[in-house]
């Protein structure tokens, strides 16, 4: 959820097997029967088969220019695996208010930072006045907490969450569940010193109220945030942070569950830290 609006919202695979029967040849026990005659001529057609393989392969490699990779276009710019796969390194050890803290000073403790704090920033937490506050005060730099909890403030205000059917302090009417939950996909670094780095979190999330009769069901979301990030005070902290929609899948065909099952999925799994 950006400040001020509403997410909005944003399958399956499947292939084809293909089942090959080999046949006998002629009247012959397909398991073992007599072995038949032309041996010399199946040996003739493998070394002709042999040599038009090789004359193609020659082909194909003088048009690539005798295999100098600079004149692949594509060359250079797909990431390689390591830059995208899990590390296996644990993020934190501390939590405060139930906030990771105590992030590795270097590009993954930054990485690992930026993905626990995108759940924050967009959760039902960050809706409720009085969480909202120690949520600043933990998450972001000193020196800009005052300014980022009035635009937070007056991003969340009271027709803001009477819209989606929450009172003053950020709760549903009662019977209903208000859900707000963030899952980080990957993360990406856009710059890094050891003073500060900027990140890009992708996430996916359900957003909506739960219950009978809504005007705002729990829907799905894709989208991406952007946070500027500073070593403070022995840790990373947010200087400022952006979001913008997608990249989205296309949506899959699944059933949609029911009030209560939404309900009880929230107040049943909980949430995670996340790691690089």
Request: hydrophobic share 30%; proline share 4%.
């Amino acid at each position: 959820m950006s400040l001020g609006d509403e997410h909005e919202a944003s399958g399956g695979y499947g292939g084809t097997g293909q089942t090959r029967t080999r046949l006998p040849d002629g009247g012959g026990d397909v398991y073992g029967g007599a072995r038949r005659g032309g041996r010399s001529s199946s040996r003739s057609l493998i070394t002709v088969v042999g040599v038009v393989v090789l004359l193609i392969a020659a082909i194909a490699f003088a048009n690539r220019g005798g295999g100098d990779s600079s004149s692949d276009s594509g060359s250079g710019s797909k990431p390689d695996a390591a830059s995208t796969a899990a590390s296996g390194t644990k993020p934190v050890r501390t939590t405060a208010g139930g906030i990771p803290t105590g992030f590795a000073h270097d590009q993954q403790g930054a990485q690992s930072a930026a993905a626990n704090y995108a759940t924050v920033l967009v959760s039902a937490d960050i809706l409720k006045p009085t969480r909202r506050a120690e949520i600043v005060q933990q998450v972001f730099v000193t020196d800009k907490q005052a300014e980022l909890q009035d635009k937070l403030n007056k991003a969340y205000s009271r027709d803001f969450l009477r819209n989606i059917g929450l009172d003053d302090n950020g709760n549903p009417t009662a019977g209903s569940t208000y859900v707000s939950r963030t899952v980080p996909i990957g993360t990406k670094t856009t710059s890094y010193s050891d003073a500060a780095a900027t990140m890009e979190v992708w996430c996916t999330g359900l957003y909506g109220t739960a219950g009978e009769n809504s005007a705002n069901p729990v829907t799905s979301d894709w989208f991406t945030m952007t946070l500027q990030l500073r070593w403070a005070n022995g840790d990373w902290k947010v200087d400022s942070f952006s979001q913008k929609s997608g990249p989205a899948p296309v949506p899959g065909d699944n059933k949609a569950s029911t009030a209560d099952e939404m309900s009880k999925a929230v107040e049943e799994y909980g949430g995670f830290t996340y790691a690089r």
